[in-house]
């Protein structure tokens, strides 16, 4: 009993690792996603791993997150349906995409800053939120 369950646990693993190691399928046109203003005031940063399939057409079927913080969630499901993929007349491909999140320090830039990484990812830094003191009695 203990021997299946092992055997069912790495069947799992190498399942998961060959999912996630796909080869990425060439990105025509990529859209940076919009940092959600509450997680840019709660200083949530990270990356969301987004799996997507993808229609013979090059548009995004589907998409769903494999990881990343849930305040970010959303915002990079909706970027990554937009994404824009070569053709291929054969069936639906799956791809994995990156969007890294970031805060840009209070020293740098006023405006968003977004990076293309090829083949398969896209960073945004997002200024700090602007803190204002009223001293209004």
């Known amino acids: 009993m203990l021997h299946s369950a092992f055997l069912l646990t790495i069947l799992s693993l190498?399942?998961?690792?060959?999912?996630?190691?796909?080869?990425?399928?060439?990105?025509?046109?990529a859209f940076a996603p919009v940092y959600p203003a509450i997680a840019v005031a709660a200083r949530v940063e990270?990356?969301?791993?987004?799996?997507v399939e993808i229609r013979p057409d090059g548009t995004v079927l589907k998409a769903e997150v494999i990881s990343g913080?849930?305040?970010?969630?959303?915002?990079?499901i909706q970027a990554?349906?937009?994404w824009i993929f070569t053709t291929?007349?054969?069936?639906?491909?799956?791809?994995?995409?990156?969007l890294i999140?970031?805060?840009?320090?209070?020293?740098?830039?006023?405006e968003t800053q977004?990076?293309?990484?090829?083949?398969?990812?896209?960073?945004?830094?997002?200024?700090?939120?602007?803190?204002?003191t009223n001293y209004a009695y």
């Open 69 to 76: 913080p849930e305040m970010l969630r959303i915002s990079a």
């Open 14 to 29: 190498s399942t998961a690792i060959a999912s996630a190691q796909q080869p990425s399928v060439a990105v025509k046109e």
């Open 46 to 51: 990270g990356t969301v791993i987004v799996r």
């Open 88 to 98: 291929d007349p054969a069936a639906n491909r799956l791809s994995i995409i990156r």
């Open 114 to 132: 977004t990076v293309f990484l090829p083949p398969d990812a896209i960073r945004i830094k997002h200024p700090p939120m602007k803190t204002t």
């Open 101 to 110: 999140y970031g805060l840009l320090s209070k020293e740098d830039l006023d």
């Open 80 to 82: 990554a349906k937009k």
